[in-house]
């Protein structure tokens, strides 16, 4: 149970101090819930939305991945197929960042990890991954390099005639 304070510690702010400090409590909250953006919403407006693969005609492999991202209401899975291995993952969060890239946050649950991934558009119709790191800041790939050596994928829209 809390207990009021003696009289003698106790302060009292005029009325409108008090309704002054509730309201701007209330639009500084409210301004944080509204920079808060639908991850399916800033993918979608980034043109994130859709299928993509290094080479569109080759099948799923390993050095070809296919990554498709669906919106799906308010929700964006990604679903990954690398040839023997598919899966498909939440993305939790995502942002356009300052240098007009977009910074995803996914739940590979199948791996048990949250990556966090920085793209870069080429043009309107490719990207690659500048940086991954997972939940203990472990980069898989940074500056986009892979290891620091090797230059990540860039990765290309697949139109519905490349999947048929």
Known sequence: MIS???ARMRRHLPTGVCIGL???ASIVAGAGLAAERIAADVAEQWGLVGSWAVDCQR???RENPHYS???QGVTLPVQRDVGDFRDENKVTSAAITDDGGIELVTDFKALSHVITSRY???????FRAMSNKD?????SALD???RSVVPTPIMSRCSKADRE
């Open 69 to 71: 991202y669906v919106r």
């Open 22 to 24: 509730v309201l701007q």
């Open 144 to 146: 986009g390099k892979l």
């Open 4 to 6: 009021e304070p003696p």
């Open 59 to 61: 099948p799923p492999a």
């Open 120 to 126: 870069a558009k080429g043009n309107a119709n490719q």
């Open 135 to 139: 939940e203990k800041n472990v980069y």
